[in-house]
């Protein structure tokens, strides 16, 4: 080891293989269990289809987003996360009944992952939030509902001041309702994290945030590994194959990168997904090309080294792709802040219209 920063990088990852010993694989993937008891698939088809420089949402045309879902279910995929936010949930509950009829399969047989938005944070509202997503889904109840964000907002897009742990029992509402047969939360930091575990009556059973090589996020999920909660792992490629210019490195030719791929015969992307899988995360990869929705699963019949994982890791800058400034205000912002006038601020919150 080069220093003793890599000496507690590897540690880390030899403990985090260590505790997760509930990793169970399954015919075709893995599947965590989780502090309640249930289990979640390892790979999870990510249906936000993005947004303009705006906030605008892009939707689906032609039902693409239903055929995506459909074709990744078909390849193996046993998990689809989606949200209020992205609206399309109508989306994914119609690939899943394609799904079902088409494969002589069941409701049951697919693991659907859907979020609370932050203008529906009161607890009387994430029983009713949650109806609408059912209604749009045409599902009797989801597998793990999770609060989006820490951040409470009024509709018309005023903060608000509804505390996440009331938000919270609204959670638990639901999750004894039947209505949502896990729960969990999504863009939380470690001190929110904490705050709720030590204020609530269930349990988070998942934590989603960012992770790939150039934001690893040990300390938070060294945390959640402490206690339990499964992180699901979103961008998971980062600005690693160009999607943003100014993204640090590396790119998708890094030899590192490459040196790893050509050993397992595989692509990149497929390495970058392998190393969230060898962290025991659920990685959710995003795609409605279905070649590439097929080869984002073929990440099963290989694992990377420890040392693999931890050279990877070095990359790490916690570089995020997307820190929404127009949130800046809000006293439960999640993130660490770029430096901008209150000017800018206000600047970006009169031109941003949807997230």
């Known amino acids: ?30 599947t965590y269990t989780l502090n309640d008891g249930n289990e979640i698939p390892a790979v999870a088809l990510g249906t936000s289809l993005g947004h303009l ?10 039902h693409s987003l239903a055929h995506a879902v459909q074709w990744a279910l078909e390849a ?28 002589n399969a069941e409701r049951r047989d697919v693991y659907i992952t859907t979020k609370l938005w932050n203008d529906a944070h009161e607890r009387h509202q994430v029983m009713e939030a949650l109806k609408s997503s059912l209604e749009e889904l045409q599902m009797d109840y989801v597998d793990l509902y999770l609060v989006h964000y ?3 907002y009024y509709k018309n897009g005023s903060i608000s001041d509804t505390d996440y742990l009331e938000t919270w029992k609204g959670m638990e509402d639901a999750k004894e309702s039947g209505r949502a047969k896990s729960i969990g939360v999504s863009n939380f930091n470690i001190t929110q994290m904490q705050r709720l575990w ?22 938070l999920i060294d945390w959640c590994r402490d206690h339990g909660v499964v992180v699901m792992a ?22 590192v990168l490459t040196r790893i791929a050509d050993k397992y015969k595989k692509t990149v992307p497929q390495i970058l997904l392998r190393y969230l899988l060898d962290r025991q995360l659920v990685a959710i990869p995003r795609s409605t090309n279905k070649d590439r929705i097929k080869q984002n699963i073929d990440i099963m019949d290989f694992s990377l080294t420890p040392e ?24 439960e912002f999640p993130f660490e802040k770029k430096n901008l006038t209150d000017a800018e601020i206000q600047h970006i919150i009169s031109h941003s219209k949807e997230d």
């Open 150 to 152: 820490p951040m409470a």
């Open 53 to 62: 420089a705006d906030g605008t949402r892009v939707l689906s045309v032609n």
């Open 198 to 219: 030590d204020n609530s009556r269930i349990k988070p059973a998942v934590l989603q945030i960012e992770v790939n090589p150039t934001i690893t996020q040990f300390e």
């Open 308 to 331: 693999e994982v931890e050279e990877m890791s070095k990359f790490n800058v916690n570089y995020r792709l997307r820190t929404p400034a127009k949130w800046y205000p809000h006293p």
């Open 234 to 255: 979103y961008s998971p490629f980062g600005g690693i194959l160009g999607r943003k210019k100014d993204a640090p490195p590396p790119r998708a030719d890094h030899p």
């Open 1 to 30: 080891m080069s220093s003793n920063m890599d000496v507690r990088l590897f540690i880390h990852i030899l403990l985090s293989i260590v505790f997760y010993t509930s990793v169970q694989v399954n015919a075709s993937t893995l």
């Open 76 to 103: 193996g995929y046993k998990h689809i996360d989606t949200a209020t936010l992205y609206r399309v949930e109508d989306e994914v509950g119609l690939g899943v009944r394609d799904f079902v009829r088409d494969n």
